[in-house]
């Protein structure tokens, strides 16, 4: 039982991260009807900006930790969410009234440009970051077998959780009380009527790029945080993660987002615990493939109407 709870701890922890990449993918599939698979790159741009931006800060002298965090996050943020901005007006705007396939070819080679962007900058070694946040409660110990096993929740662990449900609840509410919110979901419904009722569809699209990118930011800097490594490769690997989470979860849904990340963690890590940690991706996309047979829109997605 002790076993069982670290790992639901662990998967939690792992799904959230997964499911604020998957919030950037759903969020630009549900207005533009198109998948940026550079997004896990943009990622892997804001855990890179947070570092750099970390051993700045801590070069300069400045010692109060929380106050290093604080600047660390907001600057990877911003700078996040240009690249964001630029990677959406010189690759996408332009293909936005092209046949389908332009925009697709595009996301796959801006997610290279990213990659090899990052390793000619950076190099291509690992990246390593000493622990920052450690500690954390003991919340019960059991005996087994092997010896004594205590279940912990980290200090990081918990940060990662609240911070997660924190922009989950406030992206919720941004879209559904917000003006922004109202423009996003009209362009979702159709773009050319938005336009004719006065909103502004180019500013919205790029909004929405600019948001997804800062939550890409955000798991970026909780990775680092919570792993201590990162290089250039990290982005498609979390970035394939995200997009199975999306589309398990319904793509185009914020709440199916986040679900099918918590899921996706949730699988690995169970998966690793008890089976073999080789196959673990092996049973993410074998799930995937069982729900998507049963429910082709997703766990939480809306059943496509078609248009007669």
């Given at each position: 039982m002790e076993y069982f709870l670290q790992q639901l701890i662990n998967g939690l922890t792992l799904g959230s991260i997964y499911g604020l990449i998957a919030i950037g993918y759903t969020m630009v599939y549900g207005i533009i009807g198109m998948i940026n698979f550079a997004h896990g790159d943009i990622f892997m741009v804001g855990s890179f900006i947070a570092l750099a931006t970390f051993l700045a800060l801590v070069a300069l002298g400045i010692s109060a930790l929380p106050l290093i965090l604080f600047i660390t996050l907001l600057v990877s943020m911003l700078f996040t969410s240009a690249w964001g901005w630029t990677v959406e007006r010189l690759a996408y705007r332009p293909l936005r009234g092209s046949f389908r396939l332009a925009p697709l070819i595009t996301a796959i080679g801006m997610s290279i440009v990213l990659q090899n962007f990052v390793q000619i900058t950076q190099g291509a070694r690992v990246k390593p970051l000493p622990p920052q946040i450690q500690g954390g409660v003991t919340l019960m110990e059991g005996v087994t077998e092997n010896g004594t096993i205590a279940v912990q929740l980290s200090y990081m662990q918990m940060i990662i959780i609240a911070t997660t449900l924190a922009l989950m609840i406030g992206f919720s509410l941004l879209i559904s009380k917000t003006s922004l919110g109202r423009s996003q979901r009209a362009c979702e419904q159709d773009q050319k009527m938005a336009a004719l009722l006065g909103v502004n569809v180019d500013r919205t699209i790029s909004l929405t790029f600019v948001m997804g990118a800062a939550l890409a930011a955000v798991a970026g800097f909780m990775f680092l945080l919570l792993y201590g490594v990162i290089d250039f490769y990290i982005g498609f690997l979390a970035g394939v993660k995200a997009f199975t989470a999306a589309v398990l979860g319904g793509i185009g849904s914020l709440p199916g987002a986040m679900l099918g990340g918590l899921l996706?963690?949730?699988?690995?890590?169970?998966?690793?615990?008890?089976?073999?940690?080789?196959?673990?991706?092996?049973?993410?996309?074998?799930?995937?493939?069982?729900?998507?047979?049963?429910?082709?829109?997703?766990?939480?997605?809306?059943?496509?109407?078609?248009?007669?």
């Open positions: 996706i963690g949730l699988i690995e890590v169970f998966w690793s615990g008890y089976f073999s940690v080789e196959y673990k991706d092996v049973a993410a996309f074998s799930i995937l493939v069982i729900v998507l047979i049963f429910m082709p829109s997703g766990l939480l997605g809306k059943p496509e109407v078609e248009k007669v």
